[in-house]
């Protein structure tokens, strides 16, 4: 049973243009999301969060939407550049108890120059 | 400021065999976690320390995996002894707050 799915594994984008990514999840106790961007051979780098009280964090370029009610979340990447392409997870948390995250199976980018 | 530091960077045993990975957080994190991700799939907690107490462990496969943090600062998580399936990368993580940083990952090769 997984709690946070990325249905997309791959997506390519043109240089310049919006990379927009997608994750949804199924446990309504999540109220923390966040989005990690990670290299071959690297571990997990933090990107950009959002807490449930909010429906939209920005960050330079990467900007994440909640959608409580469609239990959806997207991280937007405008422009996108080559530097982008890396695997993006989603990851969620229930702000009790432990804080651990449960992660989607993440989406690879590819920018195109 | 050191980030999350992790040892060995990769591990070949054979099945059978007894493995110890080490994690070092950013200094004056309370939060440490220990995660996997298996043949390219999503990336699984296996457990979380405040300190040096065990705050999570219902992540950990079976009792052939033991993590510990002594003193509250470096953790090892030991795998004793190994099978084919415990083949992955080993992630560890590290948070003051909300927000966990991660290492980068011992990749463990069971043969």
């Known amino acids: 049973d997984q709690q946070v799915k990325q249905n997309s594994p791959s997506l390519s984008v043109q240089e310049g243009r919006i990379s927009i990514l997608n994750c949804d999840y199924t446990n309504s106790m999540f109220d923390y999301f966040l989005w990690y961007k990670k290299y071959p051979a690297e571990g997990p780098t933090f990107l950009i969060s959002i807490s449930s009280i909010k429906d939209k964090n920005e960050d330079g370029r990467f900007t994440v939407f909640l959608n409580k009610s469609a239990k959806h979340l997207s991280l937007h990447i405008v422009p996108s550049q080559p530097g982008d392409s890396a695997v993006y997870f989603c990851a969620a948390s229930a702000r009790t108890g432990t804080y651990k995250y449960i992660f989607g199976t993440g989406t690879r980018l590819k920018v195109l120059a | 400021e050191a980030g999350v530091t992790q040892f060995p960077s990769h591990s070949v045993i054979e099945k059978g065999q007894t493995v110890t990975l080490r994690c070092d957080p950013i200094s004056g994190h309370d939060n440490l976690y220990w995660y996997r991700r298996v043949m390219g799939k999503e990336i699984k907690f296996l457990l979380h320390f405040v300190k040096e107490s065990k705050q999570d462990e219902s992540g950990m496969p079976n009792n052939r995996f033991l993590a510990e943090r002594t003193g509250g600062t470096y953790s090892t998580l030991k795998v004793q002894p190994a099978e084919l399936e415990d083949s992955g990368v080993y992630f560890c993580?590290?948070?003051?707050?909300?927000?966990?940083?991660f290492g980068p990952g011992t990749r463990l090769l069971v043969l």
């Open positions: 993580a590290s948070s003051r707050h909300e927000t966990q940083y």
